[in-house]
């Protein structure tokens, strides 16, 4: 009778561990950066791909086997993560374990199949992922255990710090945590700056080419097609062979960091492209000592620029200093 309710006794803590996880409501996100890694809020390790396992081990940016990709499943905040380095899916197998006797235990993989999961925000910044079995992403052993190759197991909720996680992103040359709440408000202000962009500029290209200032503000909110149809034949790249050395670097200067905030892929690419092809030869005592500056500016833009061919119009223009 004492084994009894022992037993039932220890269910019972077992069910409620259980259904943790479902008494509270957490919101579940819908959005994640592209590119991802996943770090275990107890343990400040990483989750590694590792041999076909997924273990836990300090960050090193450069590993591409702890970084992961994010991909929507739908709009219901299901997402699948993708191994950078292994190319396989973040999934679940039960393996055997013990010298004597061989118990099946489960634990995180990779595979060719996906497992969809979802990411429940304990706060802006800390999550539990969730698999569709109901069971979360654990830190076998919790935060006690911690070492280098701990493994990462589905377990049942117990609100642990070792099944909570933070995701960190790169952004730009910055490496940052993703903080659900700031990271939408950003994604908003993006698409609003990219609906004016669409819009194209309430300047004209000739109405910039007489004013730096102007210059600035149409190189921000021009659209590709605008400036197509207002640079035939080459007005931009003809306007700046005229100008004074002096002016002609500086305006060059001035357009690079100002395309460079236009959304736009194809804008920057025709805008740098002009810029490659402008004479750039000779200039002065002045011009020659600003160029070092003048080139170093490009050479911080075009390690931030995404988009190839915009990208190789800009090494190109360095090439001309």
């Not at 989750?47 to 081990?57: D, F, H, P, R, V």
């Not at 097609?225 to 002609?248: C, P, W, Y």
């Amino acid at each position: 009778m004492k084994k009894l309710i022992t037993l039932s006794v220890s269910l019972l803590f077992v069910l409620v561990g259980l259904s943790a996880l479902s008494a509270k409501n957490y919101s579940v996100i819908t959005e994640l950066p592209e590119k991802i890694f996943i770090k275990n809020a107890g343990t400040n390790m990483y989750m590694e791909a590792k041999n076909g396992e997924i273990k836990l081990y300090s960050i090193n940016r450069t590993n591409r086997d702890q970084q992961w990709s994010a991909h929507k499943n739908g709009s219901n905040g299901e997402f699948r993560l993708r191994n950078i380095g292994e190319g396989k899916y973040l999934n679940t197998k039960t393996i055997k374990t013990g010298k004597l006797i061989k118990k099946k235990h489960e634990i995180f993989a990779t595979d060719s199949r996906p497992e969809y999961v979802k990411f429940l925000m304990v706060n802006d910044s800390r999550f539990i992922i969730k698999l569709s079995n109901g069971k979360v992403a654990d830190a076998q052993g919790g935060v006690s255990k911690k070492k280098q190759g701990q493994a990462v197991i589905p377990y049942g909720h117990n609100n642990g710090s070792n099944q909570e996680w933070n995701i960190y992103y790169e952004d730009g040359n910055s490496y940052k945590l993703f903080n659900y709440a700031a990271y939408m408000r950003e994604k908003k202000a993006a698409s609003n700056e990219q609906n004016k962009s669409s819009q194209g500029s309430s300047t004209s290209l000739s109405q910039a080419l007489g004013s730096k200032y102007v210059m600035e503000t149409y190189m921000k909110t021009a659209n590709s097609s605008q400036f197509i149809n207002e640079n035939r034949g080459n007005v931009l790249l003809n306007h700046l062979n005229k100008m004074d050395a002096t002016e002609r670097f500086t305006m060059v200067d001035t357009i690079v960091k100002s395309a460079s905030d236009n959304r736009d892929n194809e804008l920057r690419y025709m805008v740098f492209d002009q810029l490659a092809q402008t004479n750039l030869s000779g200039g002065g005592f002045v011009v020659n000592l600003a160029k070092p500056g003048f080139k170093k500016n490009i050479q911080r833009i075009s390690n931030q620029e995404k988009y190839p061919k915009a990208k190789n119009a800009l090494e190109r223009l360095m090439n001309k200093y």
